[in-house]
């Protein structure tokens, strides 16, 4: 069974640039994930769909980011523009409604300059 | 709130010592509690899933057990080895399937050969 697919891997912008990270989920799981993870921190909830309605994105920078899921499978996530502070490493899971059980991508690793 | 504390930030160890990994939350009505680790540069591997009304999860030399009550769960890794070495982290789900899990900051391990 394949996993959840990230890209780009690895992304270098300039600040005040805009980016766009990509993810496909697990066949079959309903719920997905975006997480934010800064160097040596726990990952930090951006924004979570449950099929194509969102869940919660109460920690989501609406300002200048946002993230859309088509057809409740593939989901997108835009900054637009990047601040320095945006640098970080983007992880995107899915899970199965019932278990709850998480399963995440290898990440997309940001770097603004 | 939910906070996740996971004491100690960093552990080192020599090959073959059992070891435990501790994580304290602040509300204890979750839904369910997973372990992962993260090697560098990569996404979060799920090693262990326990649901609310269960106590212990095992899965070969690692064994998760869960305290509900007093807010605790505890990672043990018997018989260390080198490729251990690794941050491990603890994510809780708070009471139904669909709400997001909250991590801590994880536990950098390193086991010496």
């Known amino acids: 069974e394949a996993g959840v697919a990230q890209s780009p891997r690895y992304k270098i912008i300039e600040k005040r640039q805009s980016v766009a990270f990509w993810c496909n989920p697990i066949?079959?799981?309903?719920?997905l994930y975006w997480y934010q993870q800064i160097l040596g921190q726990g990952p930090k909830l951006l924004i979570q769909?449950?099929?194509?309605?969102?869940?919660?994105d109460s920690q989501l920078p609406k300002d200048r980011f946002s993230a859309e899921r088509l057809k409740g499978v593939d989901s997108t996530l835009k900054i637009q523009p990047a601040k320095l502070e945006d640098s970080a490493v983007y992880l995107c899971?899915?899970?199965?409604?019932?278990?709850?059980?998480?399963?995440f991508g290898e990440g997309s690793r940001l770097t603004v300059l | 709130k939910q906070e996740v504390t996971q004491i100690p930030a960093a552990l080192s160890v020599p090959e073959g010592e059992n070891l435990v990994l501790n994580c304290s939350f602040t509300?204890?009505?979750?839904?369910?509690l997973q372990w992962f680790r993260q090697d560098p540069g990569k996404g979060l591997t799920s090693l262990l899933l326990?649901?609310?009304?269960?106590r212990e999860q095992t899965s070969g030399r690692l064994n998760a057990s869960l305290d509900k009550s007093s807010g605790r769960s505890t990672l043990y890794i018997a018989a260390s080895q080198p490729g251990d070495s690794a941050t491990y982290l603890c994510?809780?789900?708070?009471?139904?399937?669909?709400?997001?899990?909250?991590f801590g900051k994880g536990t950098r391990l390193s086991v010496i050969a």
């Open positions: 899971a899915s899970s199965f409604l019932g278990t709850g059980e998480l399963f």
């Open positions: 066949s079959g799981h309903a719920t």
């Open positions: 769909f449950q099929n194509n309605g969102v869940v919660d």
């Open positions: 509300d204890s009505a979750i839904y369910n």
């Open positions: 326990i649901q609310s009304s269960q």
């Open positions: 994510a809780v789900r708070g009471n139904s399937g669909n709400t997001p899990l909250v």
